[in-house]
């Protein structure tokens, strides 16, 4: 059977998940999205767990997003998933116990996505940030554009969309993106703490502050309605495109992209 694709453990009262794909770079594919996503739906329904912690295998990559290879081979399919799981099985997944991501390395395309959806990010001096969907014909479609636009300056945000281009833990810490940056060795434990802090409170205040803060009412966030509604339409419009298929293609064959624009 092989490895699971996320590793999940309790610690007191916080659930430790692992995307447990170190391979590929922890790169998102079919079976990580169902496990995280049916790990914190147990998280959000269990009283004794109180913050939910995300990290990544190894000592490279948090999350490198997709898994283009996987796409590239037309296996990448979300048939029988729940429909408020999303991308990796958390972005459009509210729940109510505080997220902390605990990034351990590059945090690229769906990884930074994943950091966006998160409450509190912890970060490894060595961990990298950005959305180079745009470098691979397509778009971040899995919150990326408009939690980006939301979460930073509107000038630096769109630098980071438009140019594809990365952003150091430094700069992460300085724009806001996180709230602390670590040796690389202690980026879970830090996360860990944090979550401990977190859970000494009470926590039906604590839940009740994160959907206040979150605009979270019936286990969606009707603020965001409109924006995912516009990143479906645009992001389908890009995937019927030459250049969608071009990009992965070119990322699967280790080759410049040649684009059509079209």
Known sequence: ????AALVERRDHTMLITFNRPEARNAVNAAL???????????????G??????????????CAGADLKEVARGEFSTEGFEPHWGFAGCVTHPIAKPVIAAVNGFAL?????IALWAD????????????PEVKRGIIAGAGGA???A??????????????????????????????????????VPAALALAEVISANAPLAVQASKRIARGI???????????????????????????????PRAFAEKRAPVWEGQ
Do not use: Y
């Open 146 to 148: 408009f939690r980006l």
């Open 120 to 131: 509190l990010v912890v970060a490894a001096e060595s961990a990298r940030f950005g959305l």
């Open 1 to 4: 059977m092989g490895e699971p």
């Open 217 to 247: 009412a019936d286990g969606t966030v009707a603020s965001e309605r409109a924006a995912w509604e516009r990143t479906a339409a645009e992001g389908a419009a890009i995937m019927r495109s030459a250049d969608a298929k071009e990009g």
């Open 49 to 62: 767990i109180r913050a939910v912690v995300l990290t990544g295998a190894g000592d490279k990559a948090f």
């Open 33 to 47: 999205t169902r496990a995280v996503g049916e790990a914190l739906d147990e998280a959000d329904a269990d009283p």
């Open 150 to 187: 939301a979460q930073l300056p509107a000038k630096v945000a769109m630098e980071i969309l438009l140019t594809g281009e990365p952003v150091t833990a430094a700069d992460a810490l300085r724009l806001g993106l996180v709230n602390r940056v670590v040796p690389q060795d202690r980026v």
């Open 109 to 113: 395309g769906g990884g930074t996505e």
